[in-house]
């Protein structure tokens, strides 16, 4: 086992079981939702929750695949393992977050969305000045900041981010997160 393999298994373990969080909490909300149905009671998942999961989920797929572009540059040490387990934690907690922990109170998913997003979408940008600062520090991860690409969708992210976290209509919450979504399938895609 090599030094990035020993780092990455803790790495991985922990963004693994953030998208456990997102999916979990999916899975909470249907069976809150099929519960309220057979009751005749009032409950939507509504668009915004399920969007910001997703999107959270493929920022977390986008840190997973940046640490193997780190992997030359990582070696182990208490710093290392102290710094992965502090950002993996923070994507917990971001992941956490995303979905009540009893959806069953609220009648619609969208007012807890509303209540997390400024504090979900912080952390997230908290990560990414992390990341960004990283690269910025490793000689041979700096290169690929310096891409023009690169800083124009890292813009754009921070742009779309930032405004998901201050719009307050839930129409433009809609089209802000579904665009956040978009870019990253854009991304995976080329």
Avoid: C
Wanted: proline share 3%.
């Amino acid at each position: 086992m090599d030094d990035f393999e020993f780092v990455f298994a803790l790495y991985s373990l922990l963004l693994g079981l953030s998208m456990v969080e997102l999916l979990g909490g999916l899975g909470r909300a249907i069976e809150t939702r099929f519960a309220a149905e057979a009751e005749r009671e009032a409950f939507a998942i509504g668009w915004l929750t399920p969007l910001l999961a997703i999107f959270v989920m493929l920022d977390l797929l986008s840190f997973w695949s940046a640490a193997w572009l780190a992997r030359g540059d990582i070696a182990v040490s208490s710093t290392a393992l102290l710094g992965v387990a502090a950002f993996a934690s923070v994507y917990f907690l971001a992941a956490r977050l995303v979905f009540p922990s009893h959806p069953e109170g609220f009648a619609n998913l969208d007012v807890h969305y509303f209540r997390v997003r400024r504090i979900v979408l912080g952390l997230l940008l908290v990560l990414l000045a992390a990341q960004l600062g990283y690269y910025a520090s490793q000689p041979n991860l700096a290169a690929a900041l310096a891409h023009p690409v690169a800083w124009v969708m890292t813009i754009v992210l921070v742009a779309l981010m930032a405004a998901a976290m201050w719009v307050k209509d839930r129409r433009w919450s809609i089209a802000i997160l579904a665009a956040l979504i978009v870019r990253y399938v854009v991304i995976y895609l080329l």
